[in-house]
């Protein structure tokens, strides 16, 4: 089992705007940031929720998870909570997974959804036994009770809200299987290999990621060690691989 609070595997990038928690969390909430599938861009929305709202369009969401294919990114620390899902904020952790709430339910088998999430599942369950909070689809979620919802479960069952993510076809049953097998193992999981995982390091300007879009460097302050996250699920450490000379440039900023 991971441990999502340990700074030094999962560095925090917390949001602009999150504030003192009344209570302790009992509703881990679920949402798709409604960006295409990207691997590595789970550290980018983390870090444009640290934006002030005049830079993002007015909006001042942040989460406490945020995961993508290859990568998952503490947000928010538990005893923080942020502004997510409407009516439901004071007492839910928030994870957001990059991808888009319209995918159908063959998207959601696709490789890159399988590994986000897998991380998701992960980090819910690492909560879930701090928390004690059951490994259940809370459906809807009306402001009692416990469990696992997303966000299309608050805004039906408290009213609040509009947003309808992970949208209709986010795979639940599957999902919250994954996430109770992770609280009581069925048998120890031998090293996983995980090959669509593309990246590669260079000495000079630490990790970047491949993806749609450009790389980001890193700053040496926030560099994430994937091998430690990796190596806390049974993954075996990414490789390095040979990337295109275009990424190489791209990183470069030529
Ligand atoms: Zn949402």
Same mark, same amino acid.
């Given at each position: 089992?991971?441990?999502?609070? =340990? ?17 302790? #969390? ?11 599938? +990207? &691997?590595?861009?789970? %550290? ?9 709202? =005049?830079?993002?369009?007015?909006? @001042? ?16 620390? /538990?005893?923080?909570?942020?502004? =997510? ?23 959601? =088998? /696709? ?32 402001? &009692? ?18 947003? +309808? ?7 639940? +049953?599957?999902?919250? %299987? ?6 009581? #193992?069925? $048998?120890?999981? #031998?090293?996983?290999? /995980? ?19 450009? #790389?980001?460097?890193? +700053?040496? /302050?926030? %560099? @994430? ?17 040979? $990337?295109?000379? %275009?990424? @190489? ?6």
């Amino acid at each position: 089992m991971i441990d999502f609070d =340990n700074p030094k595997v999962y560095p925090p990038i917390p949001p602009l705007n999150q504030f003192v928690r009344p209570a302790r #969390p009992r509703v881990i909430v679920i949402h798709t940031t409604e960006n295409s599938e +990207t &691997s590595g861009m789970a %550290r980018n929305v983390a870090k444009w929720c640290q934006l002030p709202p =005049n830079k993002r369009g007015g909006a @001042v969401s942040g989460s406490h998870a945020y995961v993508d294919s290859l990568a998952t990114i503490r947000g928010a620390y /538990d005893n923080m909570y942020t502004w =997510n899902s409407k009516g439901a904020n004071l007492e839910s952790l928030h994870i957001e997974i990059v991808g888009r709430a319209a995918q159908t339910l063959e998207e959601w =088998n /696709d490789a890159y959804s399988f590994h986000a999430l897998d991380k998701a599942a992960i980090v819910a369950a690492f909560w879930c036994q701090k928390h004690g909070i059951p490994a259940t689809h809370l459906s809807p979620y009306d402001g &009692s009770g416990t469990g696992i919802c997303g966000h299309a479960d608050v805004t039906a069952g408290t009213g609040q809200g509009s947003h +309808t993510d992970p949208g209709p076809n986010f795979p639940w +049953t599957t999902f919250i %299987r994954r996430v109770q097998e992770l609280i009581e #193992p069925p $048998v120890q999981q #031998p090293e996983k290999e /995980d090959p669509e995982m593309e990246y590669w390091k260079t000495e000079t300007q630490g990790t970047f990621l491949v993806g749609a879009g450009s #790389p980001i460097p890193y +700053t040496a /302050d926030e %560099r @994430v060690d994937y091998d430690a996250q990796r190596k806390a699920v049974g993954f075996a450490p990414i490789r390095t691989i040979k $990337v295109p000379d %275009r990424w @190489v440039e791209a990183a470069k900023g030529k």
